[in-house]
């Protein structure tokens, strides 16, 4: 695996924090929070994993499972419907061989941006 790929992950999921943080849940509620917990833990453990495709995929879809419970959970309707798609996306990244594992990383580098984004209009 590419070490740069990693270093991207890891900064997104640095920025993703921090976004989440200091934008959309300072006076959110703490579901919010939890949300762009799982999605930066999910991005950390799935770049961990990077190269062992079948933990990869593990990881995306541990992390899109607690995603979803914690929507299904939410008083919010738009945190629940948010928190359900961003789920839908790291449970529908392909990661059955080394190729697609790293698509799909640089997919997570890219886009766990945008989930940040959809995470904090939500709250």
Do not use: Y
């Amino acid at each position: 695996m590419q070490p740069f790929l990693g270093r991207i992950s890891a900064v997104t999921a640095a920025t993703l924090t921090a976004f989440l943080v200091s934008a959309g849940c300072s006076g959110g509620t703490q579901e919010c929070l939890d949300a762009g917990g799982i999605v930066t833990d999910t991005v950390q453990k799935a770049t961990a994993a990077s190269e062992n495709p079948a933990a990869m995929e593990k990881a995306l879809n541990d992390g899109a499972a607690k995603l979803a419970a914690l929507g299904e959970k939410a008083g919010d309707d738009d945190l629940k419907k948010a928190a359900a798609e961003v789920a839908e996306k790291l449970k529908n990244l392909d990661v059955t061989n080394d190729d697609t594992a790293i698509k799909a990383l640089e997919k997570l580098g890219t886009d766990s941006a945008k989930w940040a984004s959809q995470l904090i209009d939500a709250c």
